[in-house]
């Protein structure tokens, strides 16, 4: 079964920068498993911020960008604000699946 | 602008079929290339996706739930629907429909319960 890994928790500082990152257990994390980044806030549906790697979409902030880094699809946020704080999620494609990583609860703090 | 909203029972019991629909409004679900999608999420813990389909008949589901799950679209009621066999406990979720995960429902709960 494939597995999708993230860090489970990260803590930022308002206004630092920092990088989640998303493993695939089958290796390297290409353009082609389309990766997607979601963020999550309590009580709230998911929210796209990327697709297909680096794409925003027209609500993402400019503090967010996504890259492959290492084999991994990579979510960086530059200045983060209190308001970054949530669970984000990254999706991976597998002939055609998505499958969600486990979520990276993000502490701006 | 285009909004989806699920429906269906919250409360389904043990080994029976959970049914939910997803309405599509502002827009049609025929328009477009766009894959539409269940996902579900329990409390406290992450999402999954549970599979999506398009209007051109292409469906992928998730492996481990594949052998009890049937996602169809219907274009003249402008909705498509989840079926989800044999339930457990584990089947308690919030589920979430969403159009190319870019427009999402606001989820609906189904617990299953006797």
């Known amino acids: 079964q494939t597995v999708v890994t993230q860090e489970p928790s990260l803590t930022v500082s308002p206004g630092g920068t920092v990088t989640l990152t998303c493993a695939s257990s089958?290796?390297?994390?290409?353009?082609?498993?389309?990766p997607n980044w979601f963020q999550q806030k309590p009580g709230q549906a998911p929210r796209a911020l990327i697709y297909?790697?680096?794409n925003k979409l027209s609500w993402t902030p400019a503090r967010f960008s996504g890259s492959l880094l290492g084999g991994k699809a990579a979510l960086t946020l530059s200045g983060v604000q209190p308001e970054d704080e949530a669970e984000y999620y990254c999706?991976?494609?597998?002939?055609?699946?998505?499958?969600f990583g486990g979520g990276t609860k993000l502490t701006v703090l | 602008q285009v909004q989806l909203q699920e429906s269906g029972p919250g409360l389904v019991k043990p080994s029976q079929t959970l049914s939910l629909t997803c309405t599509v409004s502002?827009?049609?679900?025929?328009?477009?290339?766009?894959?539409w999608s269940w996902v579900r999420q329990p409390a406290g813990k992450g999402l999954e996706c549970i599979g999506r389909?398009?209007?051109?008949?292409?469906?992928h589901y998730n492996p481990s739930l594949k052998s009890r799950v049937t996602i169809s679209v219907d274009t003249s009621k402008n909705h498509f629907s989840l079926k989800l066999s044999s339930v457990t406990a584990a089947d308690t979720a919030v589920y979430y429909c969403?159009?190319?995960?870019?427009?999402w429902g606001q989820g609906t709960t189904v617990i299953v319960s006797s």
């Open positions: 969403a159009r190319e995960w870019v427009v």
């Open positions: 502002g827009g049609s679900i025929s328009s477009g290339f766009y894959f």
């Open positions: 389909i398009n209007t051109s008949g292409s469906i």
């Open positions: 089958t290796g390297a994390v290409t353009s082609g498993y389309y």
């Open positions: 297909n790697t680096d």
């Open positions: 999706l991976l494609y597998y002939g055609g699946v998505g499958v």
